[in-house]
Protein backbone atom coordinates (compact mmCIF):
# COMPACT_ATOMS: atom_id res chain seq x y z
CA UNK A 1 0.00 0.00 0.00
CA UNK A 2 1.11 3.37 -0.98
CA UNK A 3 1.47 6.92 0.98
CA UNK A 4 0.75 8.99 -2.16
CA UNK A 5 -1.73 12.02 -2.13
CA UNK A 6 -3.84 12.84 -5.22
CA UNK A 7 -2.60 15.59 -7.20
CA UNK A 8 -4.83 18.21 -7.33
CA UNK A 9 -4.50 19.00 -11.20
CA UNK A 10 -4.81 15.12 -12.45
CA UNK A 11 -3.87 16.35 -15.86
CA UNK A 12 -1.97 15.28 -18.84
CA UNK A 13 1.50 15.67 -18.53
CA UNK A 14 3.11 19.32 -19.86
CA UNK A 15 6.09 19.71 -21.35
CA UNK A 16 8.64 22.43 -21.70
CA UNK A 17 8.64 23.96 -25.29
CA UNK A 18 12.28 24.61 -24.50
CA UNK A 19 13.82 21.36 -22.97
CA UNK A 20 10.87 18.98 -22.71
CA UNK A 21 11.32 19.03 -19.06
CA UNK A 22 8.47 17.40 -17.36
CA UNK A 23 9.12 19.87 -14.09
CA UNK A 24 6.33 22.53 -14.81
CA UNK A 25 4.55 24.87 -12.19
CA UNK A 26 2.03 26.47 -12.56
CA UNK A 27 1.61 29.98 -11.37
CA UNK A 28 -1.38 32.02 -10.61
CA UNK A 29 -0.57 35.83 -9.61
CA UNK A 30 -2.38 39.31 -9.17
CA UNK A 31 -3.58 39.77 -12.95
CA UNK A 32 -4.48 36.03 -13.20
CA UNK A 33 -8.07 35.83 -15.31
CA UNK A 34 -8.80 33.83 -12.11
CA UNK A 35 -7.70 30.55 -10.35
CA UNK A 36 -11.07 28.78 -11.74
CA UNK A 37 -10.21 29.48 -15.17
CA UNK A 38 -6.36 28.73 -15.37
CA UNK A 39 -6.82 25.69 -13.15
CA UNK A 40 -9.97 24.68 -15.36
CA UNK A 41 -8.13 25.37 -18.52
CA UNK A 42 -5.03 23.07 -17.09
CA UNK A 43 -7.19 20.19 -16.05
CA UNK A 44 -9.01 20.39 -18.99
CA UNK A 45 -6.36 19.16 -20.58
CA UNK A 46 -6.76 21.74 -23.16
CA UNK A 47 -3.67 24.43 -22.61
CA UNK A 48 -0.87 25.06 -24.10
CA UNK A 49 2.45 26.16 -23.11
CA UNK A 50 3.15 29.45 -24.88
CA UNK A 51 6.78 30.83 -24.03
CA UNK A 52 6.53 33.74 -26.59
CA UNK A 53 7.20 37.17 -24.91
CA UNK A 54 4.73 39.20 -27.04
CA UNK A 55 1.95 36.77 -26.67
CA UNK A 56 3.11 36.91 -22.59
CA UNK A 57 1.97 40.54 -23.27
CA UNK A 58 -0.56 40.56 -24.95
CA UNK A 59 -2.52 38.42 -22.17
CA UNK A 60 -0.37 38.80 -19.26
CA UNK A 61 -4.22 37.83 -17.25
CA UNK A 62 -3.60 33.74 -18.43
CA UNK A 63 -2.09 31.48 -15.99
CA UNK A 64 1.61 31.52 -16.25
CA UNK A 65 4.04 28.67 -15.93
CA UNK A 66 7.61 28.34 -15.54
CA UNK A 67 9.76 25.36 -16.05
CA UNK A 68 12.12 24.07 -13.18
CA UNK A 69 14.42 23.24 -14.83
CA UNK A 70 16.16 25.53 -17.71
CA UNK A 71 13.71 28.32 -15.81
CA UNK A 72 11.80 29.03 -19.45
CA UNK A 73 8.52 30.48 -18.77
CA UNK A 74 5.16 31.31 -20.02
CA UNK A 75 1.63 31.74 -20.62
CA UNK A 76 -1.11 28.68 -20.67
CA UNK A 77 -3.36 29.10 -23.59
CA UNK A 78 -6.11 27.54 -25.04
CA UNK A 79 -5.38 25.43 -28.11
CA UNK A 80 -5.26 22.07 -29.87
CA UNK A 81 -2.71 19.23 -28.35
Not at 21 to 49: H, M, P, Q, W, Y
Not at 53 to 61: A, I, K, M, P, Q
Amino acid sequence: MTNKTPSSFPVKQYLCPRCNSELIRFVFDAECDGLTNGANLIRSKKGVLHDSFDEYVRTSEAAKWICKECFDCGIVVLGKI
